[in-house]
């Protein structure tokens, strides 16, 4: 940095008549104030105030947070949300497949194909999850035996267990939401790659793998990210069919001590802890697909989000 | 297969109709190879249809089309006319290039990548043959610079341009060009040009749908009129574009030559 130093350049505001009226801080060009906000200050103040009295209430109630602390690493928790995990990333990953076979038959030149597609998003996304769980589960009652041809026969009770007919059941659930988001998001790419593809000689497969599943990939991560986060939650209704995941795990222990809502807290804070964790992983993911549009938009949350990682990285470092 | 009465291009009586619209009606045309075609008319007269026609992207009615001889999207199976398999129209299409008005570069791969793609998977080249040949596609369309660019960090020009190494790639045997001008600000067109002219030049057969009539006068070897789905004038440039006999090929050529002079000076655009 060598040479002589320059003066700064003239920057006094000049504007005639208003040199007497403002103190000399504008007049040097700084200190342009915001716009008052008291409204706002006033429904943030009374926002803040409702929540004090929530949670002050809550802590008033008649709940043992010292049990519910306690609970919280218990081991049998640990156990269901072990098994809430393993359900979920099993489900999510049969669903995807199931996802990509159908959206892929759903826009299949062949009626057949694409009308059975058609019925399986029809029948599951059109009945509650819960009603397809019960009927997995009770599928022994209509078929005592379960026999596939050229493979053998077994016991139904023996093969639908619990966990299965709760991984069956999440899984093709899942599966017809995920086909209608492929789907949508395989029309979303622009008909002319499909085209410059096809006019270049690529097979329909080539085209599908190489040009328009890439391109329906960043639109598709958030939506199967949902889908995923989803089934974290929606995996509580195995609970019902004794399948003892997290939720199950905390019922059997309050049939026991009565300790009610101590223990949904703690299954609250684990589902908390778990999608939290998933919308990271989802953050991530989402930005490996956003590559060659990066510095696009970004909303304010993933900025928070990565602001946080970064950060943290920093402190690591 | 290449004789040298044979033309690389040769449409025979294509009909192609979308419901109760009749989009072609019987065009018949032919290229030699080494030729540039060029194909002008007004919007929604049947050239695109014609084009996709040639590559098989849409099947025509009737008619039939060769190209080096070979019948595109159909073959005789015992006396009966039959559409192809999937893989043969596929090995069809590799030897005829299209580009096209809105470029269609593949925003998700880099340039270098959207040039290798197509020979690499379709298994003409393998990897390190595919990326080699495309770095020399990109150089003779002038990009060597902007291999790694995406779409989105490249002009118009420049998309297209890409589009044009990426068709080049798969040595073909004749390019479709379907208006590759139409979509570019004005400043832009130029480059596309030069890259078509030297083409040209350089001995490729090319189809060319524009309305850039003055490259139609330098480099086409003949200049098709084409109007509600058929050919009304056809011939050496000079003479369609020159001293149209036809009235339609007149009001047409006009049309756009007015247009023309108005885009290219802006105090004509801005005065009505
Ligand atoms: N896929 C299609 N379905 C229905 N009509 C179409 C389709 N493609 C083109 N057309 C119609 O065919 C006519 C000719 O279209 P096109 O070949 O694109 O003309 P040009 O390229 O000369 O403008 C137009 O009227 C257009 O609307
Ligand atoms: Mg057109």
Redesign the interface.
């Known amino acids: 940095m060598a040479g002589p130093s320059t003066a700064p350049p003239e920057t006094k505001v000049d504007v005639p008549g208003l040199t007497e009226l403002v103190d000399a801080d504008v007049l040097a060009g700084r200190k342009l104030h915001k716009r008052p906000h008291p409204v706002r200050w006033l429904v943030g103040a009374l926002i803040v105030a409702g929540l004090v009295w929530l949670v002050h209430s809550f802590a008033q109630g008649q709940i043992r947070w010292g049990d519910a602390r306690g609970f919280v690493f218990n081991h049998d928790i640990l156990t269901g949300l072990r098994r809430t995990i393993v359900i979920t990333v099993l489900s999510s990953i049969c669903g995807i497949a199931l996802g990509t076979v159908f959206a892929v038959m759903r826009l299949s030149s062949n009626p057949v194909a694409s009308s059975v597609a058609w019925l399986y998003v029809w029948i599951f996304r059109g009945t509650p999850e819960l009603l397809q769980l019960l009927i997995w589960f009770n599928l022994a009652l209509v078929f005592p035996v379960l026999s596939i041809p050229l493979v053998g026969s077994q016991r139904t009770i023996d093969v639908i267990t619990p966990f299965m007919a709760a991984l069956i059941g999440l899984s093709i659930n899942a599966g017809a939401y995920i086909a209608e988001n492929i789907r949508g998001a395989i029309l979303a790419v622009?008909s002319?790659?499909t085209?410059?593809?096809?006019?270049?000689?690529?097979?329909?497969r080539?085209t599908l793998t190489?040009?328009v599943l890439?391109?329906a990939m960043p639109a598709l991560i958030p939506s199967i990210g949902n889908q995923t986060i989803g089934l974290l939650k929606g995996s509580s209704l195995a609970a019902t069919i004794a399948y003892t995941e997290l939720l199950g795990q905390a019922q059997r222990i309050y049939f026991l001590n009565a300790r009610v809502m101590e223990l949904l807290f703690v299954v609250a804070l684990w589902y908390l802890v778990a999608t939290s964790v998933a919308s990271v992983l989802q953050y991530y993911v989402e930005r490996y697909y956003g590559r060659?549009?990066r510095n696009q938009r970004t909303s304010a949350a993933d900025r928070l989000i990565s602001g946080a990682f970064s950060r943290l990285r920093g402190q690591t470092a | 297969m290449t004789d040298t009465t044979e033309p690389m291009v040769r449409v025979s009586q294509i009909r192609k109709s979308y419901g109760k619209l009749e989009v072609l009606k019987g065009v018949s045309m032919q290229s030699m190879k080494g030729e540039t075609v060029c194909v002008i008319g007004p919007s929604g007269s049947g050239k695109s249809t014609l084009l996709r026609c040639i590559n098989h992207l849409e099947r025509p009615d009737g008619g039939l089309v060769f190209v080096d001889g070979e019948m595109i999207g159909y073959e005789l199976r015992g006396s009966r006319l039959t559409e192809r398999t999937d893989r043969d129209v596929e090995r069809q299409r590799r030897s005829v290039g299209m580009v096209f008005q809105r470029f269609n570069i593949f925003p998700h791969l880099t340039a270098l990548e959207n040039v290798a793609l197509a020979p690499r998977s379709t298994g003409l080249l393998n990897r390190r043959e595919a990326t080699a040949a495309a770095a020399e596609q990109l150089e003779r369309v002038g990009l060597s610079d902007r291999k790694d660019a995406y779409a989105r960090q490249l002009s118009g020009g420049q998309q297209q341009r890409v589009a044009i190494a990426r068709a080049l790639a798969m040595s073909p045997k004749v390019l479709l060009f379907d208006e590759p001008t139409s979509a570019l600000d004005p400043e832009l067109v130029g480059e596309v040009l030069a890259v078509m002219k030297e083409l040209a030049a350089g001995g490729m057969t090319m189809i060319v749908v524009t309305h850039e009539l003055q490259f139609a006068r330098e480099v086409g070897s003949q200049v098709i009129f084409m109007d509600e789905g058929a050919i009304v004038e056809q011939g050496p440039p000079d003479e369609v574009l020159g001293s149209p006999k036809n009235e339609r090929t007149r009001n047409f050529i006009s049309r756009v030559f007015k247009d023309d002079r108005q885009s290219a000076d802006p105090s004509l655009s801005t005065a009505n």
Do not use: D
């Open positions: 622009e002319g790659q085209e410059a593809a096809t006019a270049l000689g690529l097979s329909r080539a190489k040009v890439p391109q060659s549009e």
